[in-house]
């Protein structure tokens, strides 16, 4: 049987996840990370209970001094600590704010705007829930509108703490809070919901409690180039071989990922017309990594 593939390199969409990277918090929990863009994301909700410099975020139960507060402060959804095993921890803005750093060594906690850089390269806030969203219903409720998780984020409905103490939403809405404030009583977050492929964002009451995603700080060795200075891959489509031709003099690594971020076919590219055998890929989305000494390339590729 024949079998053809389809290079997309004009998209925007151009994700994989590697299972091997992984970041610790100072309580020594250890999070997956996702690659999407050019940013580098927690494929996973925070858990920690301190700060980076060891002071510990008080854990505040009781509903009137959780409304209360003007300094840091977490939860776990329901009060309930195996709630957080999944979901991961709520915290009030303040924690997120708190200049003795909640998000791990190396990490941060997202601005308004690189949470706008994250869902613009999803195609926009209509479509980004849906490419976010953990998918099917065993976390989410039903029906989960548009969930495909093709970016490996894995958004979990970890509800949220109202602002006078109580709790609403687990399993139907994943909030989540940016570092940006809107002024001095409120601050930006993001969401996803259950019936819904959009990702919506508005400010709130620095109170609330809502899930944390941490981003990784920005390094200047490496980044993200367009391919079609450096490489050219064709046809398109193609029929059991493509080719990459590599104009630069050096080696290229080129990895070739699925959907669920397992790298299934890798080689090295040397200068010159490379072939590619993806007889033995089945049908769907995968994504191609190229990678030099400093920089890397993600190509979203779909075999028909």
């Keep these: ?171 139907s809405f994943g909030y989540w809070w940016t570092n940006t404030e809107y002024s001095t009583l409120n601050g930006w977050w993001y969401n996803t919901l259950y019936n819904s492929q959009v990702v919506q964002t508005n400010y709130l009451t620095k109170s609330y409690g809502f899930s944390v995603r941490c981003v990784k700080d920005a390094t200047s060795g490496i980044n993200e180039i367009d391919s079609k200075d450096f490489f050219q891959i064709y046809p398109n489509p193609a029929i059991d071989l493509v080719y990459i031709n590599n104009t630069e003099n050096y080696s290229v690594k080129m990895k070739i990922y699925n959907i669920i971020g397992e790298c299934i076919l890798q080689k090295e590219l040397y200068n010159g017309i490379n072939d590619i055998n993806i007889n033995s890929l089945l049908k769907g989305i995968y994504i191609i990594k190229l990678s030099g000494a400093n920089w890397t390339v993600n190509r979203q590729m779909t075999k028909l």
């Design 1 to 171: 049987m024949k079998k053809t593939i389809l290079l997309l390199t004009g998209l925007a969409l151009f994700t994989f996840k590697n299972n091997a990277q992984t970041v610790t918090d100072y309580d020594g929990n250890v999070y997956n990370t996702v690659t999407i863009g050019s940013q580098v994301w927690m494929a996973e909700n925070l858990k920690v209970t301190h700060y980076n410099n060891g002071v510990a975020i008080p854990n505040v139960t009781v509903n009137t001094a959780w409304s209360s507060l003007t300094t840091g402060g977490y939860c776990d959804y329901n009060n309930t600590p195996s709630n957080s095993t999944i979901y991961g921890k709520l915290y009030n803005w303040y924690a997120v704010n708190d200049t003795q750093n909640l998000a791990p060594i190396g990490w941060h906690i997202p601005t308004e705007a690189e949470w706008t850089t994250l869902t613009t390269y999803l195609g926009g806030v209509s479509f980004a829930g849906g490419k976010l969203k953990e998918v099917g219903t065993t976390h989410w409720q039903s029906p989960n509108t548009g969930a495909t998780n093709e970016t490996g984020f894995t958004a979990l409905p970890g509800g949220y703490r109202y602002n006078y103490g109580t709790y609403n939403f687990l399993g």
